[in-house]
């Protein structure tokens, strides 16, 4: 596992649930959280532009990851389509992304699973990172029935995933759906590098803070052009407001953004 986060010596399991880090490895540097194991769920690159060692990271760490969207289009090199502000981002980054990563970074990416089923700790846990249904690409938040339509062939006691970059607890009785937010490009309107903690029963959201002026400057020192660099600033600084001069265009992805 890594010799940062560590294990603890707690009679019950504390499980890590990371998600969305986006190339961000000043945001995941931030999180100083000791952990039994640890569940990646998606999303390593991408939107940042310092993705090898927040891959090395998960690749070391980690007890279990799933694929995002990102990590796909990364490791196939996708060509992004569309002109919104975020997708001009990601095809920015995953030109920048494509460059910083080893052939063995993509080859780890494109291995990822799309669903990891795993028991730990006495309960169940089904990983994917965005729904079952579509696990790259649906773009589902807080709406009970359709995650019961979505779950109704998933046996699991917590349900974990990604993907919308805002934290979601939704206690549908027999499963826990739980969505630790974003490490690396909030959108729930609070900056910050978010995650969650399961332990003894209880789901914990946390939120590390960090130097986004110093992420900034890593983005702009990668070669991001300076408009993108300014885009980036604003999303990480506000939680993932779009500037006005881009109000136009809902800050939420569509599906396989």
Request: charged share 20%; proline share 6%; aromatic share 8%.
């Amino acid at each position: 596992m890594g010799t940062w986060p560590h294990r603890t010596a707690s009679r019950f399991m504390k499980i890590l649930l990371l998600a969305d880090i986006h190339a961000n490895f000043v945001a995941l540097s931030a999180i100083k959280e000791s952990f039994d194991a640890c569940f990646f769920l998606g999303d390593a690159v991408e939107y940042g532009t310092d993705p090898a060692p927040c891959v090395d990271w998960i690749r070391n760490s980690s007890t279990a990851v799933v694929r995002g969207n990102h990590d796909h289009s990364t490791a196939q090199r996708v060509q992004s389509q569309g002109a919104s502000p975020l997708r001009r981002l990601a095809a920015a980054t995953r030109d920048i992304n494509e460059r910083l990563l080893t052939a063995s970074h993509r080859k780890y990416l494109s291995q990822m699973p799309l669903t990891r089923s795993i028991d730990l700790d006495g309960k169940k846990f089904f990983l994917v990172h965005a729904t079952p249904r579509d696990p790259m690409d649906e773009y589902l938040t807080d709406d009970p029935t359709s995650w019961q339509q979505r779950l109704s062939m998933i046996d699991a006691d917590y349900v974990c995933v990604g993907h919308t970059h805002r934290p979601l607890h939704l206690d549908l009785g027999r499963t826990q759906v739980v969505n630790p937010g974003s490490v690396g490009q909030p959108r729930n309107g609070q900056p910050g590098a978010h995650y969650a903690v399961i332990e003894e029963g209880r789901i914990d959201f946390r939120t590390a803070t960090y130097d986004i002026d110093l992420a900034v400057e890593q983005m702009r020192q990668a070669g991001l052009a300076e408009e993108l660099v300014a885009l980036s600033e604003h999303l990480l600084k506000t939680g993932g407001t779009l500037p006005t001069s881009f109000a136009t265009t809902s800050p939420e992805p569509s599906p396989g953004l």
